[in-house]
């Protein structure tokens, strides 16, 4: 592991965060719930993380009202799926484009 217990804590991702990202992954079968894959309708990808729908950002800015934690707020992603959704929330274009068929498109 990279990430010392200290930097999670840190970061707001504790024992607590552990227990939830585990009910969120059985709850949405292990499958990527991104726009891209919708779990399974559009693109079967396995998912190891899970995202929030709105970012924890929007929440501290009120941008967004409650809890980012929220179940509702919360799905389940496969990795590379999660690290495009972030890129796209920071602005930035995502690096690989995803084709229809699911494999990256070389532009
Ligand atoms: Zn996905």
Avoid at 53 to 74: C, E, M, T, V
Wanted: glycine share 10%.
């Amino acid at each position: 592991m990279a990430w010392s217990k200290e930097s999670r804590h840190a970061r707001g991702y504790g024992a607590e965060w552990d227990k939830l990202r585990e009910q969120i992954l059985q709850r949405d079968g292990y499958l990527c719930h991104c726009p891209e894959c919708q779990g399974g309708k559009l693109r079967a990808l396995p998912a190891h993380e899970v995202d929030h729908i709105k970012p924890k950002a929007w929440f501290r800015s009120g941008r967004a009202k409650g809890n980012p934690d929220d179940p509702r707020n919360l799905r389940a992603v496969n990795r590379d799926c999660h690290k495009r959704l972030t890129a796209v929330q920071k602005g930035h274009r995502p690096a690989v484009r995803i084709g229809v068929d699911g494999f990256p498109v070389k532009e």
